[in-house]
């Protein structure tokens, strides 16, 4: 079955520093990745997918992320943060089903961002 | 474009009592998904709709649930009848196509407390 795990349920960071958060998904065939920010009280909104080819994706905001198919990983960067980057973060894979496709979410990343 | 729009944006009701919530889509996107959110169990995808006919139903908790799409610029999600553990962020999402791998937008969600 398909599964996206966030082994990280809240990081602090320091604005200006460097940021990772990390994503594993388990899915048998090669995985559709994707990467969402929501802010407090706002919906979903896409920060970057991967699909294919190279496996350094850039993103909105400044964000990338790096799909590792050996630790089946699909890690969140960013070199610098900024303090309106304190949100949600929530890693998802897409999947086909038998009835159609749809994603599978992980449980979420909260990041707080201190002066 | 307005994006996704959700009403109500807060609701509070009794338990037993029935909850319509209602979710207008993008223009033009032929899919949409309805999402629960809770801090125990994180983004479920409920239902979601191609060409206004549900596709997968399989993430609706109970018979209580039921979804509509009468049209492809409006749909409805309705409890009833309510219980507490309901309680909720339910989140409207479309997308333009019926691949996974097109951007998911998601509306700012709706808040429902049931008593």
């Known amino acids: 079955a398909q599964s996206v795990t966030q082994p990280d349920i809240h990081i602090t960071v320091s604005e200006g520093a460097s940021l990772e958060l990390r994503c594993n998904y388990s899915?048998?065939?090669?995985?559709?990745l994707f990467w969402y920010v929501q802010s407090p009280g706002q919906g979903l909104q896409l920060l970057l997918k991967?699909?294919?080819?190279?496996?350094l994706v850039q993103g909105i905001k400044g964000f990338e992320a790096e799909f590792k198919r050996s630790q089946s990983s699909f890690n969140l960067r960013k070199p610098s943060v900024h303090w309106s980057d304190a949100a949600e973060y929530f890693c998802?894979?897409?999947?086909?089903?038998?009835?159609?496709?749809?994603?599978?979410f992980g449980t979420g990343t909260s990041l707080t961002v201190i002066p | 474009d307005a994006g996704v729009i959700q009403s109500p944006r807060h609701e509070v009701t009794e338990m037993g009592q029935e909850v319509t919530l209602r979710c207008k889509p993008i223009s033009g996107h032929n899919s949409l998904f309805w999402y629960r959110q809770t801090m125990m169990r994180g983004l479920e995808l409920l239902i979601y709709?191609?060409?206004?006919?549900?596709?997968?139903d399989s993430g609706m908790p109970e018979d209580r649930f039921s979804a509509k799409m009468p049209n492809a610029s409006f749909s409805t999600l309705k409890i009833q009848p309510s219980e507490p553990r309901d309680s909720a962020v339910y989140f409207c999402a479309s997308r333009s196509g019926q691949t996974y791998l097109n951007e998911q937008f998601f509306g700012p969600g709706t808040r429902l407390t049931v008593l």
């Open positions: 991967y699909f294919s080819g190279d496996t």
């Open positions: 998802a894979v897409g999947a086909p089903t038998g009835t159609g496709n749809q994603f599978y």
């Open positions: 899915y048998g065939a090669t995985p559709y």
């Open positions: 709709f191609n060409n206004n006919v549900p596709i997968d």
